[in-house]
Structures are given as C-alpha cells and as structure tokens.
C-alpha cells in the first residue's frame, strides 16, 4: 500500500518540476528577446543620432563650396575622420545628388567638383568593379545623374555584363551622357531588353527630354529582335 502510495507523488513531483522548468524556460527565452529587440532599439536610436550629426556636417561643408567658393571646406571635409566612414560617403554622394537634380548649369559644375576633390567621384568610380550588382548600379545611376563624363568608359563597359540588370543600366546611363546616339551603338548587342527595361528607357528618355536623332532608325536592322522593337517605340514616342 505504501508503495501505492508514494508512486502518485513521485509523479506529481515530476510533472511540476517539468511545469516549473517550462515555466523558467519562457521566462528566460521572453527576458532574451526583450533584451535583444531594446538592443536593436537603442542601435537604431544611435545610428539615426549619428546619421544626422554626419548631415549637418555634409550640409555645411558643400554648400560653404558651392554657394561661398570656401576652398577650405574642401581641406575641412578630408581632414574629417568621418569622411573615410562609408555610411558618411554615402550621404554626401546622396546629399550632392539631391543638390545636382534641383540646380543647373555652374552649380552643376561645382557640385561635381566637390566631389571630385573630396576623392568621392573615385569612389563611386572604384564601385563599378565591385563583385555585388547592386553596387554597380548604384555607381552607373550616381555617376551617369552626376554627369561625370570622365566615367563614360568605365560605364560602357558594364554593357557586356552578363548580369541583365546592370547591362540595361550603363544602357540608360550612357542615353543620359550621349543622348539617342547611345542607343545606335548598339546594334550588335547581344542582351534581350525585356518589355519592363524598354519602358525604363522610354521614361528615362522622356523625362530626360532627349532629343530624336534620326540614326536610331539603324537599330531597326539589327539581329536583336529587342532592340528592333525598341528602336519601333523610340520612333512612335517622337511622333
């Protein structure tokens, strides 16, 4: 009888040590991703503190360039130890880059010299050797809108990659350096432009407001089907 006995409380004893370590167990698990999301939270916090410190700096920087002629905010802007932080490159390429599409002519020009000086131009430059494609395309669309003639080699020969993406890339750059005349030099290209990248180019033609040249009727000749139905479109969209 005592053995009877004694059996239930071994087992009621086990079942609430189970209970007890499950309990423990979501306890700990909880109190991790607490810790983990307020960890997250805090990185966040500090990235976007830190994110529009290196803005204000940026700001000042070019426009003490741009709109004062100030030499030295070129020598302030390299002796910056931020300036070899990546996160720091980007937003001044971006910031110079907002600053190119809402000013024209000499201001153009300034801005490009800026970072021309400042060794950011390399940079992006350096960025169409990269291994990952999106880095490229990044390179060929700050280069091409930058208007950096200096690049158009290197861009031209991103037309060759087997990549899709970055080949119709260099395609739209190289329309934004060379208008139509760009497109005509590729009548030997090999790449199908799918129906989604030929209308890419037509808005980026349009919006560029390219002017019609009469040699993309070349393309209407070449082997690439693609090609001759955008060349078709070109032509449509002029009429």
Same mark, same amino acid.
């Given at each position: 009888? $005592? %053995?009877? *006995?004694?059996?239930? $409380?071994?087992?009621?004893?086990?079942e609430l040590k189970i209970?007890? /370590?499950? %309990? #423990?167990?979501? #306890?700990?698990g909880a109190l991790f991703t607490l810790g983990v999301t307020l960890i997250k =939270? *805090?990185?966040?916090?500090?990235?976007?503190?830190? *994110? =529009?410190?290196f803005e204000q700096q940026i700001e000042s920087y070019v426009l003490a360039f741009i709109f004062e002629n100030d030499e030295q905010a070129i020598v302030n802007y390299i002796s910056n130890l931020n300036s070899k932080n990546i996160l720091f490159k980007k937003l001044t390429i971006k910031y110079c880059l907002i600053l190119h599409q809402n000013y024209s002519g000499q201001t153009q020009d300034k801005i490009l010299e800026f970072l021309t000086k400042t060794n950011l131009i390399e940079y992006s430059r350096k960025k169409l050797q990269?291994?990952?494609?999106k880095h490229k395309i990044e390179a060929i669309r700050d280069l091409s809108t930058l208007k950096d003639r200096a690049s158009i080699a290197l861009i031209q020969e991103a037309l060759t990659n087997s990549n899709k993406k970055i080949a119709v890339e260099a395609i739209i750059a190289l329309i934004k350096f060379n /208008? $139509? #005349?760009? &497109? &005509?030099?590729?009548? @030997?290209? @090999?790449?199908? %432009?799918d129906e989604w990248s030929q209308a890419l180019i037509?808005? &980026?033609i349009k919006n560029?407001?390219?002017?019609?040249?009469?040699?993309?009727?070349?393309?209407?000749?070449?082997? @690439?089907?693609? $090609? *001759? &139905?955008? #060349?078709t479109r070109i032509i449509q969209f002029y009429k």
């Amino acid at each position: 009888m $005592l %053995i009877i *006995q004694v059996q239930p $409380l071994i087992k009621q004893e086990t079942e609430l040590k189970i209970l007890l /370590g499950l %309990i #423990a167990f979501f #306890a700990i698990g909880a109190l991790f991703t607490l810790g983990v999301t307020l960890i997250k =939270r *805090q990185q966040k916090i500090n990235k976007v503190k830190i *994110q =529009r410190e290196f803005e204000q700096q940026i700001e000042s920087y070019v426009l003490a360039f741009i709109f004062e002629n100030d030499e030295q905010a070129i020598v302030n802007y390299i002796s910056n130890l931020n300036s070899k932080n990546i996160l720091f490159k980007k937003l001044t390429i971006k910031y110079c880059l907002i600053l190119h599409q809402n000013y024209s002519g000499q201001t153009q020009d300034k801005i490009l010299e800026f970072l021309t000086k400042t060794n950011l131009i390399e940079y992006s430059r350096k960025k169409l050797q990269a291994s990952f494609w999106k880095h490229k395309i990044e390179a060929i669309r700050d280069l091409s809108t930058l208007k950096d003639r200096a690049s158009i080699a290197l861009i031209q020969e991103a037309l060759t990659n087997s990549n899709k993406k970055i080949a119709v890339e260099a395609i739209i750059a190289l329309i934004k350096f060379n /208008g $139509l #005349a760009a &497109v &005509v030099h590729l009548k @030997n290209f @090999n790449t199908t %432009i799918d129906e989604w990248s030929q209308a890419l180019i037509l808005s &980026v033609i349009k919006n560029n407001k390219v002017p019609y040249d009469p040699q993309i009727e070349l393309l209407s000749t070449s082997h @690439n089907k693609s $090609l *001759q &139905v955008l #060349a078709t479109r070109i032509i449509q969209f002029y009429k």
